[in-house]
Structure formats: C-alpha cells, structure tokens
C-alpha cells in the first residue's frame, strides 16, 4: 500500500509560480507512474500531468509549457513546477499512482492551490 503525501500548496497572484510535492511511503516508489490531477470546485477531478516509471512525461494541453512535472526515486517524491499560473489553476491538487492516464489506488488530501489577485 503507498501512503502519499501532498505539500506546496497555497494562495498566489496570477502569473505567480508554486511547486508542489508529494512524498510517497509503504512501496516500492519507483516501479509506478505517477500523476498529478486536480479538482475545481464543481468539476471532476482531472489529470494535469504524469511521469511514467521511465520518464516518460505526459501533461494536458491546458498546463503545457508552464508546469514540469519531475521524481525523484531516492527519495520518493514526484513533484509540479507550476509557472505562469492562472485563476483557472486554482483547484485543491493530488499526486496518485498512474497508469496510463488513469489513477490508481485512494487519494491523499491534496493541496489547495489558489489563483487570485
């Protein structure tokens, strides 16, 4: 079972940066793809970008070219570089296990991420 942990969170003015990260326990980190998805209030959660066991990375047209997503399997964390962020970021963010675009096992807290002047 892999506990995640999200931090990084917080309010920011638009066109502002944040780095998010998630700390992962319980498993063996770096045989899984993670993610990071995110939940607007009123919306359904969503998949902003993920990183496969490889490297590979993947990110949804809205976030491309102002958010990074990184790992670091020595110390289990997945992280989210967030530049350039805009009201329409703002939404409460998870890391998760991912396969493929879809989320694996339960969800952390999260880490409320607000865009606001």
């Known amino acids: 079972q892999v506990q995640l942990v999200e931090s990084g969170g917080g309010l920011v003015r638009p066109g502002g940066s944040l780095r998010l990260s998630c700390a992962a326990s319980?498993?063996?980190?770096?045989?899984?793809?993670m993610g990071w998805y995110r939940q607007a209030p009123g919306k359904q959660r969503e998949l902003v970008a993920r990183?496969?066991?490889?490297?590979?990375?993947y990110y949804a047209d809205f976030v491309k070219g102002r958010f990074t997503i990184s790992r670091d399997n020595a110390k289990n964390t997945v992280s989210l570089q967030m530049n350039s962020l805009k009201p329409e970021d703002t939404a409460v963010y998870y890391c998760?296990?991912?396969?493929?675009?879809?989320?694996?096992?339960?969800w952390g807290q999260g880490t409320q991420v607000t865009v606001s002047s």
């Open positions: 998760n296990r991912d396969r493929a675009g879809t989320p694996l096992g339960s």
């Open positions: 990183i496969t066991s490889g490297g590979r990375i």
């Open positions: 319980g498993s063996i980190f770096s045989i899984y793809g």
